[in-house]
């Protein structure tokens, strides 16, 4: 029996397992529909690569999920969110698109009370300054300060998500961000890379008390549902929501690491090598 576009799945992809960590936003909040997660983890990181490779490899991504087949696209990685959402648009233009960036603006916004938001990403999102356009396109007077965070990615690969290793290089990167901000520390933290939410302990920790710490995974949920209404496009009612996973290497590694991220077991066996 031929699938309507509204029984199609979700595509979502990353540059590898972070990703996940909106997946499960999604499957929590939208339990009927089914998903398909591309992770490119023969090219990750994305964080230290330029935007045109960037843009290139999200294109080619973008691609293996609409030959299979899919209503709607998730790009589930903020650097990839911070430089390719419009090119990905251009080319795919029957396909709506969604990115993390906006909506972790928009929760950041409503987060904060002072307006001072500190953003911390991967190199790439944070030179193309992403955050501090979305942020200031909504509220024009914030003060918005980003820096770069690349080894909370190999930490949280390595599982390394919390403790004294984690605690300390948290340390190291918010100690002297919070303190660009002069007198006024900033009231919200924005964890502008998918990796970072499984490192929320120890960047807490490092924080302190009256810092709210954002993650843009359960607002792009909210996103999701909401242009899913105005499309009319859920899933028949009824459906167990099912998912599938496709990597471009690695798949013992894919499924190793990317059960933290997820939330739940993910078998070797469940990943399917892809080539871009």
Known sequence: MNKTISDLPIGVFDSGVGGLTVLAALRNLLPEE??????????????TKSAESVSRYAVQAAGA??????????VACNTASAVS???????????????VVRPGARAACKAT?????????????????????AIKSIRPDAHVISAPCQLFVAL???????????????????????????????????????????LKTAIAAAAGPG????????????EVKQMLA?????????????????????????????SAFLGEEVLR???EIVDL
């Open 34 to 47: 089914d998903f398909l997660y591309l992770g490119d983890t023969a090219r990750v990181p994305y964080g």
């Open 65 to 74: 999920l609409v030959k299979r087949g899919i209503k709607m696209l998730v």
């Open 85 to 99: 959402i419009e090119p990905l648009k251009d080319y795919y233009r029957q396909l709506d698109v969604i990115g």
């Open 113 to 133: 009370e002072s307006g001072n938001i500190a953003v911390i990403a991967t190199e790439s999102t944070v030179n193309g300054g992403a955050y501090e356009k």
């Open 156 to 198: 949280a690969e390595e599982g390394w998500g919390s403790g004294e290793i984690a605690e300390a290089v948290a340390r190291k990167y918010l100690n002297p961000l919070f303190a660009s901000f002069g007198n006024e520390k900033p009231d919200s933290l924005v964890l502008g890379c998918t990796h970072f939410p499984v």
């Open 211 to 222: 810092v709210q710490l954002v993650d843009s995974a359960g607002t792009t949920a909210l």
């Open 230 to 258: 105005d499309r009319d496009m859920f899933h028949s009612k009824g459906h167990k929501g099912e998912y599938a996973f496709m990597a471009t290497d690695c798949a013992e590694r894919f499924a190793k690491v990317g």
């Open 269 to 271: 066996e469940q990943v």
